[in-house]
């Protein structure tokens, strides 16, 4: 098998197989503390079970359920989902657990009322009920939360004890009290314990052991890592044959070794996502509200500066001044966390957009800070992706999710133009607006290793894909020598530069440390500049006529960057970046000194976008904990 297939396990029918991942990082019942590493922890599994080199599934396969309210909906999608599985089924939650006053399990979902959890959680026998009735010749439950140990009795009651050979029952569990998490100043950066060890174990694989690991041969290596740690013992328990079903590729398998293949763990805990990502895709499309709305995406011309003044001011100890300035309250009405924001100005009034895990599209009236008319819905599943232009004179968004669709929609009236736009086969992670040949067109980035071009008027896709050996995280568009031009990042670390005329690459790629989430366009004396972010927690500067970085890497961040967005501030050319808590303003005119910051929000942020209002600018966030914030950053 050559290095960089795709990897399908043996003796498993991926058209009949499900994984459902389930996990609550925030909870709005004080009695339960958020657990920031509970989402790092269900985005690691995501792409442990996704990666081709380790789990083998296909996205399509994998539901992704991250911080879900409504147990009796929570309930009857997974019914849904466990009735139309025949293959494998395997469940995955992390979060807290509770017991109900009978001393049985419930999990912990987003509005789960700990007085009330047998109502309002997610009780662990409509978990066993739906998994009993499911025709899955496979059936597998792991539980990374409190008490989860209580429940490997729960899956194999009599009538269950006799299954028949080709099919199967097994339950790994955290432990047998309480599991353990790090401290949560911590979490941010980190997986759970468990399932941390999990893929770390994973990555790292068995030495001697065979191809193809099962659960049965990840156990014990896993119960001795956590005993060697003092912490929590796991728990198992397999009936038939469920033990013994290819959970992962042997990452030390000799075969693997020998082509390059065997992984070492992610050097940040986050999942890449889609990670996302998003993974999360970011607003650098929205350089500026006037430019984006009237330009399509034409990039921002600055003063002049001396190159000089990047080599000898980038430092890796950055000082700020104080925080940005936050405006009013942080708005509410998502239901999950926010994956992505833009701005811009729907008649003489600036608004935001924000979407993310619960499908819907919210605009916000930025001076009144309230919400504008009612919510956009058609997605089936999360948003990653959200522009915001212009359509014959008329102000649009265009969305893409989780759903692999692309869709337009009339930001006046409130509603879908047309039918999706579909041709991405996985998630769609980004999207950028520009202009060609007088024409205005959406470029998208999607997880099937493509960017496509659209024609926003026929919503019909442009010529063929531009594509990366691996994953398209991030997206912007912009101008270079006068052409219109799409710049891509991707999972592969590189940075390519497209001409969007004829979809060719133009120029060998720039190679970042590791992969591209974020990405934002701008000028620095009249030379085109791409902005990136990623995994490293670096944030880079690239001259794009060049094709080299310009200075040394800005550092700061603690974590993951999701987001970017280039602006002005006191007239001079400032970037935004977003990943940790804590937003990071940087003056791109005086060499990438850190201008200042935004207040620690105590959770990831993976959006934001800026726009200008009363000759101030503004900077718009999006955050885990489902809510918008907006920043007043200073005189433009």
Known sequence: MAVGDALRAPHIDYASSTAILLGTSVYRDVAFPAVPAAANSLYGMRALL??????GWPSKRVEFWLNRTGASQVTKRLRQVANATTDVLLLYFVGHGTLTERGELCLALTDTEDDHCDLTGLEYE?????????????????????????VIEALAPAHIANITEIRGAYTLTASDETAHVVALPHQRRTHTSFTGELIDLVHTGIPNGQEWLTLRDVFPDLRHRLMRRDLPLPNNRGTGTADGFPFVLNSAYPAAAAGGTTLSPPENPVSSRPRPRRLAPMSRRLISRRNLLLAGGAL??????????????????????????????????????VWVVAAGVLGNRPVALSAGEDARILVWDLTTHEQAGK?????????????????NGEPVIVSGGEDHTVRLWSLAERRQIGSSMTGHEAPVKDVALHTVGGQPVAVTAGLDNSARVWDLTTRKELGPAMRHPGKVLAVACGKRDGGP??????????IRVWGLDDHAQLGPPLTSAGPVEAIALGDLDTVPIALSGGPDKAVRV???????????????HTDWIWGAAIGRLHGQTIAVTVGDGIGRVWNLTEGGRLETTLADQHNSVWGVALTSFNNHTLAVTGCLDARVRMWDLGPS
């Not at 959200?386 to 359509?391: H, I, R, S």
């Open 485 to 494: 031009i799409a710049v891509t990042g991707g999972d592969d670390k590189t």
């Open 126 to 150: 409509r978990v066993r009920d739906a998994l009993e009735a499911s025709p899955a010749r496979i059936k597998v439950v792991i539980l990374d939360c409190c008490y989860s140990g209580r």
């Open 375 to 391: 919510p956009l819905t058609g997605h089936s599943a999360g948003i990653w992706a959200l522009a915001m232009g212009d359509l």
């Open 542 to 556: 690239w001259d794009l006529k060049a094709g080299q970085p310009i200075g040394a890497a800005l550092t700061g």
């Open 300 to 337: 921002l011309t600055v003063p002049s500066v001396s190159w000089a003044v990047w080599r000898l001011t980038s430092s890796s100890h950055p000082t700020a001044s104080p925080a940005g300035l936050a405006l009013g309250e942080p708005l509410t009405g998502h239901r999950n966390g």
């Open 50 to 55: 996704t990666d081709p080199r380790l789990g």
